[in-house]
């Protein structure tokens, strides 16, 4: 029953279930008659009461993050998490969502020193307030009138046939040299190449399976920071082939490996890794991906190359080798693990000589048909 206020509203109240906490939560509605009072009890209940419960940018972030583990990997949730604590949380948390403004994301936005983070963080925001959008908790995403901070992206180096030379000729570890050959002749992540197990490669058939890789949590204690999981995507599932040159030298590293296992009593099996870490503690363990960066680096120096080529320059080099050989792009996605070719394209296959050249002789060939000129 309605009671009469000192101001001449009317008085009453309901229970809303806060949608997020699952706690109830007495809320009073006002009106001046009966019928205003019926009205806006029916609105309050029609919306759930998201408008007068109005969670926090911080209540709200919680749960997207729980929607988000179902989708993405535990990588990808801890570098979220970094970013929302470091850059975004310290001034968002304790708005409500609806008071969000497109001039507080830019006050956001304007704190974080560097271009790659700050729009990092803006696909953060607009994430969160998307999915905030969808379920009804706002009206309109505000990041829609903030321009996204874009990056130039620095263009990877590729590999030439004489820095690919210097590098296997500066190394005697037969373990390196079979990872760069791996890296050179498959375009394979890191990740992939350090999960590799005997039984992943297949010597009769000439097939690399890549069905695992090595994950990272930064967050998680040093012994259990490095763990085996599945490639980037569904994509990166898939067979790739063994050339000659990898198959010879795979061959040379297994009966070096052999050896090094019998020396420490231990009977080389086909589920031990083929690229294993030789430190005391963890003989026999696969090695680390950063370890191939930081043994890439050394490789680097001692080669005498002074190019800006990395290790991941392998993956650029043998896509666009691809590209050159006129391999069709649906190949070439499929041997990369991309859900799309074009993204392989875009990101991976770069403009060479070869390419024009190709495009030149071809032109020629047809102005040939023609006749003269």
Same mark, same amino acid.
């Given at each position: 029953?309605?009671?009469?206020?000192?101001?001449?509203?009317?008085?009453?109240?309901?229970?809303?279930?806060?949608?997020?906490?699952?706690?109830?939560?007495?809320?009073?509605?006002?009106?001046?008659?009966?019928?205003?009072?019926?009205?806006?009890?029916?609105?309050?209940?029609?919306?759930?009461?998201?408008?007068?419960?109005?969670?926090?940018?911080?209540?709200?972030?919680?749960?997207?993050?729980?929607?988000?583990?179902?989708?993405?990997?535990?990588?990808?949730?801890?570098?979220?998490?970094?970013?929302?604590?470091?850059?975004?949380?310290?001034?968002?948390?304790?708005?409500?969502?609806?008071?969000?403004?497109?001039?507080?994301?830019?006050?956001?936005?304007?704190?974080?020193?560097?271009?790659?983070?700050?729009?990092?963080?803006?696909?953060?925001?607009?994430?969160?307030?998307?999915? +905030? %959008? *969808?379920?009804?908790? /706002?009206?309109?995403?505000?990041? &829609?009138?903030?321009?996204?901070?874009?990056? #130039? !992206?620095?263009?990877?180096?590729?590999?030439?046939?004489?820095?690919?030379?210097?590098?296997?000729?500066?190394?005697?570890?037969?373990?390196?040299?079979?990872?760069?050959?791996?890296?050179?002749?498959?375009?394979?992540?890191?990740?992939?190449?350090? +999960? %590799? *197990?005997?039984?992943? /490669?297949?010597?009769?058939?000439? &097939?690399?399976?890549?069905?695992?890789?090595? #994950? !990272?949590?930064?967050?998680?204690?040093?012994?259990?920071?490095?763990?085996?999981?599945?490639?980037?995507?569904?994509?990166?599932?898939?067979?790739?082939?063994?050339?000659?040159?990898?198959?010879?030298?795979?061959?040379?590293?297994?009966?070096?490996?052999?050896?090094?296992?019998?020396?420490?009593?231990?009977?080389?099996?086909?589920?031990?890794?083929?690229?294993?870490?030789?430190?005391?503690?963890?003989?026999?363990?696969?090695?680390?991906?950063?370890?191939?960066?930081?043994?890439?680096?050394?490789?680097?120096?001692?080669?005498?190359?002074?190019?800006?080529?990395?290790?991941?320059?392998?993956?650029?080099?043998?896509?666009?080798?691809?590209?050159?050989?006129?391999?069709?792009?649906?190949?070439?996605?499929?041997?990369?693990?991309?859900?799309?070719?074009?993204?392989?394209?875009?990101?991976?296959?770069?403009?060479?000589?070869?390419?024009?050249?190709?495009?030149?002789?071809?032109?020629?060939?047809?102005?040939?048909?023609?006749?003269?000129?």
């Amino acid at each position: 029953m309605p009671t009469k206020r000192a101001d001449g509203r009317l008085q009453t109240s309901i229970r809303i279930t806060n949608p997020l906490t699952g706690e109830r939560k007495k809320i009073y509605v006002y009106g001046y008659t009966e019928e205003e009072l019926k009205r806006e009890v029916a609105r309050i209940k029609r919306d759930n009461g998201i408008e007068v419960i109005a969670p926090t940018f911080g209540e709200w972030k919680d749960e997207w993050l729980k929607i988000k583990s179902e989708e993405v990997t535990q990588a990808t949730i801890n570098s979220y998490k970094d970013s929302l604590r470091l850059h975004i949380s310290p001034i968002l948390d304790k708005y409500k969502l609806k008071d969000i403004t497109s001039s507080l994301i830019r006050t956001v936005l304007r704190n974080i020193p560097t271009q790659r983070t700050r729009e990092y963080c803006y696909i953060i925001i607009n994430a969160i307030l998307q999915q +905030a %959008l *969808r379920e009804d908790f /706002i009206n309109k995403n505000p990041c &829609i009138n903030v321009k996204k901070p874009k990056t #130039k !992206t620095k263009e990877t180096v590729i590999i030439t046939e004489g820095e690919f030379r210097q590098l296997v000729n500066a190394t005697l570890n037969l373990q390196l040299k079979a990872i760069l050959w791996i890296a050179y002749d498959t375009g394979m992540r890191r990740s992939e190449i350090a +999960a %590799l *197990r005997w039984q992943d /490669i297949d010597f009769k058939t000439g &097939i690399i399976h890549v069905h695992h890789a090595i #994950k !990272t949590d930064r967050h998680a204690p040093l012994p259990s920071r490095f763990f085996i999981g599945e490639p980037k995507t569904d994509y990166g599932i898939r067979d790739i082939a063994l050339t000659n040159a990898v198959k010879i030298v795979l061959t040379k590293h297994k009966e070096q490996q052999k050896e090094l296992f019998k020396t420490n009593s231990r009977i080389l099996s086909a589920k031990d890794f083929v690229f294993t870490s030789n430190f005391r503690g963890r003989f026999g363990d696969f090695i680390q991906p950063d370890s191939i960066s930081h043994e890439f680096v050394k490789l680097k120096r001692k080669a005498g190359i002074k190019s800006g080529i990395t290790f991941k320059s392998f993956r650029h080099t043998c896509l666009t080798s691809l590209a050159e050989a006129n391999i069709p792009a649906k190949a070439i996605q499929a041997h990369a693990g991309h859900a799309n070719a074009s993204f392989t394209l875009n990101r991976y296959v770069h403009r060479t000589e070869k390419m024009e050249q190709t495009i030149g002789d071809f032109l020629n060939q047809r102005n040939e048909q023609i006749g003269k000129i």
